[in-house]
C-alpha cells in the first residue's frame, strides 16, 4: 500500500510517528507531507522518518495565509506522483489532497473550536475520527475511541521515559524543577483567545522559583529571561516529553502540552481564553479526572500553582489517579495502522465505534 501522512505541526510528527514506522516495517511506503513549522521537520529528523516538506509557516495567522497558496501548489504535485491509496491528516490539508487524488481520507480531530477548518475539510473525509470525549457530532462517517490523540505516543504501552534528561537539565536527583510553556496563539483556531501576559508570566516565573528551578519553553520564542530566576529549555523538541514526566509541575496557557503532562503523571495547570464551560472535552474529561487545573483567572493560577508544588501530597496522590486513568488507554498508533489497511474504513477496525 501506499499511505500518504500529513504532518503540519509537531504534535503531528508525534501522533503519527509510531505508526509510520509500523507501516514501514510491514513493507508498506509511507510519504510524510511535513511542514516547516516549529520543530516538525527536527522531530522528524531525530526519529528517522523519512519526509518531503511542502513549504515554511511561522507562527502568526498571516504567515498561514502568505504561504497557503505555495503550500496547496506543493501538496498538489507530491500527491499527484505518489498517488497513495489512503491519506492521514488533520485537517484541510489532507481532506483536499484526497479530493484531488480521489483517494480516501481520514482525519483525527480532537479540537472543538476549529470550525472552519471541520466546515472544509469533513465533506471529503470517508472517516473521521475522534476522542470519545469529543463534544461534537460531524456526521455518520465520525467515529471514535477512548483516550486521547496523544495516546498515540504516551500511552504506557509504547512510552517510557528517559531517567537521564535530569544530568541534561543540570538538576539534581531531588532538584525540584517546574517547565512553563507559553504559547503564540498564530494558528487561525486561536484567533480572539489569549493567554498570559507579559507581566503575568514574569510574575509565575518570580513566584514558582522560590520553591523550584524554573524552565521556560516559549513557542513565540520572544521572551526575555533577563534578570528573572528561569532558565530556557534548550534540549532537542523530542526529550520534551521525557522532561515532562520528570518536571513536578507543568503551567501552560498551550493545549497539546497540557494532554501530554497529563498522561505522563505530571500535574498542570492550564489557563488560556478557552477555559470555561464551553471548554474542548477533553480538557474538562482530564479535569474530571483530577490530572489537570483548568483555571481561567490569573490569582488562581498562581495560588494554585505554588499549592501544588507545596503540597507534599500532590505528586503522590497525582500518581496514584494516572496509573489508574492510563492503565486501558487504547493503543491508538494500532488504529491508525489497523485504518490505513482497511484503507480508512472505520467500521471494519473493531477499537473503533461510530459516534
Same mark, same amino acid.
Given at each position: 500500500?501506499?499511505?500518504?501522512?500529513?504532518?503540519?505541526?509537531?504534535?503531528?510528527?508525534?501522533?503519527?510517528?509510531?505508526?509510520?514506522?509500523?507501516?514501514?516495517?510491514?513493507?508498506?511506503?509511507?510519504?510524510?507531507?511535513?511542514?516547516?513549522?516549529?520543530?516538525?521537520?527536527?522531530?522528524?529528523?531525530?526519529?528517522?522518518?523519512?519526509?518531503?516538506? $511542502?513549504? $515554511?509557516?511561522?507562527?502568526?495567522?498571516?504567515?498561514?495565509?502568505?504561504?497557503?497558496?505555495?503550500?496547496?501548489?506543493?501538496?498538489?504535485?507530491?500527491?499527484?506522483?505518489?498517488?497513495?491509496?489512503?491519506?492521514?491528516?488533520?485537517?484541510?490539508?489532507?481532506?483536499?489532497?484526497?479530493?484531488?487524488?480521489?483517494?480516501?481520507?481520514?482525519?483525527?480531530?480532537?479540537?472543538?473550536?476549529?470550525?472552519?477548518?471541520?466546515?472544509?475539510?469533513?465533506?471529503?473525509?470517508?472517516?473521521?475520527?475522534?476522542?470519545?470525549?469529543?463534544?461534537?457530532?460531524?456526521?455518520?462517517?465520525?467515529?471514535?475511541?477512548?483516550?486521547?490523540?496523544?495516546?498515540? $505516543?504516551?500511552?504506557?504501552?509504547?512510552?517510557?521515559?528517559?531517567?537521564?534528561?535530569?544530568?541534561?537539565?543540570?538538576?539534581?536527583?531531588?532538584?525540584?524543577?517546574?517547565?512553563?510553556?507559553?504559547?503564540?496563539?498564530?494558528?487561525?483556531?486561536?484567533?480572539?483567545?489569549?493567554?498570559?501576559?507579559?507581566?503575568?508570566?514574569?510574575?509565575?516565573?518570580?513566584?514558582?522559583?522560590?520553591?523550584?528551578?524554573?524552565?521556560?519553553?516559549?513557542?513565540?520564542?520572544?521572551?526575555?529571561?533577563?534578570?528573572?530566576?528561569?532558565?530556557?529549555?534548550?534540549?532537542?523538541?523530542?526529550?520534551?516529553?521525557?522532561?515532562?514526566?520528570?518536571?513536578?509541575?507543568?503551567?501552560?496557557?498551550?493545549?497539546?502540552?497540557?494532554?501530554?503532562?497529563?498522561?505522563?503523571?505530571?500535574?498542570?495547570?492550564?489557563?488560556?481564553?478557552?477555559?470555561?464551560?464551553?471548554?474542548?472535552?477533553?480538557?474538562?474529561?482530564?479535569?474530571?479526572?483530577?490530572?489537570?487545573?483548568?483555571?481561567?483567572?490569573?490569582?488562581?493560577?498562581?495560588?494554585?500553582?505554588?499549592?501544588?508544588?507545596?503540597?507534599?501530597?500532590?505528586?503522590?496522590?497525582?500518581?496514584?489517579?494516572?496509573?489508574?486513568?492510563?492503565?486501558?488507554?487504547?493503543?491508538?498508533?494500532?488504529?491508525?495502522?489497523?485504518?490505513?489497511?482497511?484503507?480508512?474504513?472505520?467500521?471494519?477496525?473493531?477499537?473503533?465505534?461510530?459516534?
Amino acid at each position: 500500500m501506499r499511505v500518504q501522512v500529513f504532518a503540519n505541526t509537531p504534535a503531528h510528527a508525534h501522533v503519527y510517528k509510531h505508526a509510520v514506522a509500523d507501516l514501514h516495517e510491514r513493507g508498506h511506503d509511507v510519504l510524510v507531507l511535513a511542514r516547516d513549522y516549529g520543530c516538525t521537520q527536527a522531530l522528524l529528523d531525530w526519529h528517522g522518518l523519512p519526509y518531503r516538506s $511542502y513549504g $515554511y509557516c511561522g507562527t502568526t495567522p498571516l504567515s498561514l495565509l502568505t504561504h497557503l497558496p505555495g503550500h496547496y501548489v506543493r501538496i498538489a504535485r507530491a500527491t499527484r506522483r505518489f498517488d497513495p491509496d489512503v491519506i492521514f491528516g488533520m485537517g484541510a490539508y489532507a481532506a483536499h489532497a484526497g479530493l484531488l487524488a480521489g483517494t480516501p481520507v481520514v482525519l483525527l480531530l480532537d479540537s472543538e473550536p476549529t470550525s472552519l477548518d471541520h466546515a472544509i475539510s469533513r465533506p471529503f473525509a470517508r472517516t473521521i475520527m475522534t476522542p470519545s470525549v469529543f463534544r461534537k457530532d460531524l456526521g455518520e462517517d465520525h467515529y471514535v475511541f477512548d483516550g486521547f490523540k496523544e495516546s498515540a $505516543y504516551l500511552a504506557p504501552s509504547v512510552f517510557s521515559p528517559d531517567g537521564d534528561v535530569r544530568e541534561q537539565l543540570g538538576v539534581g536527583e531531588d532538584e525540584r524543577f517546574v517547565l512553563l510553556r507559553f504559547n503564540a496563539f498564530g494558528s487561525h483556531h486561536d484567533l480572539g483567545k489569549a493567554g498570559f501576559s507579559r507581566a503575568e508570566r514574569r510574575e509565575l516565573v518570580a513566584a514558582l522559583a522560590e520553591h523550584a528551578t524554573v524552565f521556560v519553553s516559549d513557542e513565540a520564542g520572544d521572551m526575555d529571561l533577563t534578570g528573572l530566576p528561569a532558565r530556557p529549555y534548550d534540549l532537542h523538541p523530542a526529550l520534551l516529553h521525557d522532561v515532562l514526566a520528570a518536571a513536578d509541575l507543568l503551567v501552560a496557557d498551550t493545549q497539546t502540552m497540557v494532554t501530554e503532562a497529563a498522561l505522563v503523571g505530571t500535574p498542570a495547570v492550564r489557563s488560556n481564553g478557552f477555559v470555561g464551560d464551553e471548554d474542548m472535552g477533553n480538557f474538562l474529561e482530564l479535569e474530571r479526572a483530577g490530572l489537570v487545573a483548568n483555571v481561567a483567572a490569573f490569582e488562581d493560577v498562581r495560588s494554585t500553582a505554588v499549592e501544588f508544588l507545596t503540597d507534599e501530597e500532590t505528586i503522590v496522590a497525582w500518581e496514584a489517579r494516572h496509573d489508574a486513568y492510563v492503565d486501558d488507554m487504547v493503543d491508538l498508533s494500532g488504529i491508525i495502522v489497523e485504518t490505513a489497511l482497511a484503507r480508512g474504513r472505520a467500521g471494519a477496525v473493531p477499537r473503533l465505534r461510530e459516534r
